[in-house]
């Protein structure tokens, strides 16, 4: 099954690791990413930019509107995110808990709904 490990930082923690802190932290996630690659756990991931480089869209009335980020009123923000594939809740977990970012932040661990086409 395939699921999704959200991260999310924390505004209150932001700015607040030193600079080596930051790398060796992004050391961990790049060790992270290739022990899943290799044991062929992980599908993708990504470090997503901060809710300030945001833009919302909505359509309302057929009419496409755009806000500017931060655009929610909340400490955490989705700061990155993987896809990975386990065979059970019990491996995802396991999985999203050693995120390295877990340490910082939080992960919400959601399967991937898998959709199909009605006939």
């Not at 030193?18 to 991931?45: Q, W, Y």
């Not at 500017?68 to 396991?94: C, H, M, N, Q, S």
């Amino acid at each position: 099954m395939r699921y999704i490990c959200l991260i999310y930082n924390s505004t209150d923690t932001d700015g607040t690791l030193t600079p080596d802190e930051t790398n060796e932290l992004i050391k961990a996630h790049f060790a992270f990413d290739e022990e899943l690659l290799r044991d062929g756990i992980m599908i993708h991931s990504d470090a997503l930019e901060t809710p300030d480089k945001a833009t919302v869209l909505r359509v309302r009335n057929n009419t496409l509107s755009a806000t500017d980020g931060p655009y929610v009123e909340t400490k955490e923000y989705l700061a990155g995110f993987y896809v990975i594939e386990a065979p059970d809740v019990a491996a995802a977990r396991e999985i999203a808990g050693r995120i390295p970012s877990a340490r910082f932040g939080a992960v919400e661990l959601r399967p991937v709904r898998i959709l199909t086409l009605p006939d």
